[in-house]
């Protein structure tokens, strides 16, 4: 059975990693696997899920190319028994979805960190990509696709597109040039498999081109198989972004 990278139940943080600091420079706390020294560098952006932090996602690192800027992110607010969230998830609701005024705010916060971390570390918004697990995943589709001109493109690792962002999406031509991978574990309890599905039919039906990957048997986590298949999404936009 291949390794499970990010086995990630929502209030579980995932693998360890060497300490980083923590730096606080921009509008959200991060770490940071990057140089601002050499312009024009791909940023790859991670985003954690629910009740995890910012060294969730670094593990991925060792399986992508090692000339990328790699930054993770702390989501804003505290959860509740620990680790961070990026909005709180709604009780009321049997479909994963989260408070709205939460997503709004995490968003906006998303979209600063963006602009600024795009011109700290030298680059353009083409070779720049969000990669999101979960909540994070959530963040993903929220933020790229309201504001395609950020971003050359996502990943959505075992997430789901929220239904506020389907109701208030508007048709934009700038998304037509967006990369996207979407990936999830079939035998995922806690965010179906089917939302990811679901996001993908929405996304080729406004005319998009998601590259979609269902992980037979994987539960709510990313194994390595599908960060080797990440990793190779990711060389193939960038290349296309040059």
Known sequence: MLKVFAFLLFAVCGLAQAEQPLLRDLPLAYVAQASTEVKGKPLVIFLHGYGGDETNL?????????DYNYLAVRA???????????????????YYDGVTSDLKSSGQLLEQFIEQATRKYQTQPSKVF?????????????VALRHPQLVGGFAALSGHMLSVLKAELKPDPARQKLAIFIGHGT??????VQGASDAEAYLKAQGLKPQYHAYAGL??????TEVKDLAGWLERAVKSAR
């Open 187 to 192: 035998a995922d309890s806690l965010i179906p």
């Open 130 to 142: 969000l990669v999101g697990f979960s909540q994070g995943a959530m963040m993903s589709y929220e």
């Open 76 to 94: 804003p607010m505290n959860a509740r028994q620990e680790g961070y969230q990026w909005f709180t998830p709604r009780r009321d609701s049997a």
């Open 58 to 66: 670094l593990s991925f690192t060792s399986l992508m190319p090692d």
């Open 219 to 224: 539960p709510h986590g990313v194994n390595e």
